[in-house]
């Protein structure tokens, strides 16, 4: 199997790969600049400097592919409801561009879309949230995604591109930076170390769902050889863990306290947000392995190599 990742210099884009890698596929890593993978590419067959969106720019140097990973965004759900022209322009219409590149092949290779289980449900009205809960999303960011999911479909029903969605819920884990204002385990874990204070809004209550990447990238080679009618998979943690839940977590690793910054609570965040990942368990024969105490450890000895 031949796997090509948009996106492949990334967070997410190495945990798949190496995945990928495990599993006997010849893995190329497409993105804009792949410098960062000059130190880690022992699983990678090749790798390319180019727009992840121009099918041209790629296809032929790495020899073609049997499964393609769509990890591309040049936004995160702040950044893409302040200025939602530029996040549909960039994501979306990059992405239908993709679409109408893979279209003129002779022979399909199978797409997985890295979607959002967080932003395309919206508020929750019932925990946890199936795949057949509604879709509602309450940002530039789900709507973008969402619309991107039935493309695929309509693209697969018109034109024969095999594909399977992954609505992710919150990775965690090795080489997510921790300078952003997305990945609150990054961003906790390494202001922890500095013995800076975190910041809580509320009380601290709000519970969300974090997978560990490395169990996303398990997830994506499922997906790859994925044989039957279903489409759309969540991928989470299968329960939820609150702020205070990775407060009390990191103080135990690091065995002292953490300094909280606390602000009034935010009236859009839901209390709860949770998916039900028994799809995923029965069709794609995958659960997360990593557990939540181990994958914060894990993410804890990668940070302290970060400036």
Sequence with gaps: MRCVILGGAGFLGRHIGRAMAAAGGD?????????????????LAGSIEADCFDVSAWWGLCGG????????SSTVP???????????????????????????????????????????????????LAETHPTVPMGAYGVTKLALEHHLRIEEAQN??????????????????????????????????QAQPVDVWGDGSVVRDFVHAADVGRAFVAAAQHEGASRVFNIGG???????????????????????????????????????IQRA???L????TVAFD???????????TVP
């Design 281 to 283: 368990h029965d069709e």
């Design 160 to 193: 024969g591109l095999p594909h399977r969605v992954l609505r992710l819920s919150n990775p965690y884990g090795e080489w997510q930076q921790p300078h952003g204002i997305q990945g609150v385990i990054a961003v906790f874990a390494h202001r922890a170390l």
């Design 27 to 43: 893995v190329w890593a497409v993105d804009l600049s792949v410098a960062a993978l000059a130190d880690d590419a022992s699983w």
């Design 285 to 288: 024969h995958w659960s997360p």
């Design 65 to 72: 592919a049997d499964v393609v990973v769509h990890l591309v």
């Design 78 to 128: 702040a950044t893409a409801s302040a200025n939602p022209v530029q996040d549909a322009q960039t994501n979306l219409v990059g992405s239908l561009r993709l679409l109408q590149g893979l279209r003129t092949l002779s022979v399909r290779p199978r797409l997985l879309f890295a979607s959002s289980g967080g932003a395309v449900y919206g508020r929750p009205q019932e925990v946890p």
């Design 238 to 276: 299968g329960t939820g863990h609150s702020v205070n839940d990775i407060i009390g977590t990191l103080e135990r690793l690091l065995g002292r306290a953490v300094e909280r910054r606390v602000f009034p609570a935010r009236p859009f965040d839901p209390p709860v947000n949770v998916l039900d």
């Design 294 to 304: 181990e994958g914060v450890a894990r993410a804890l000895d990668w940070l302290r």
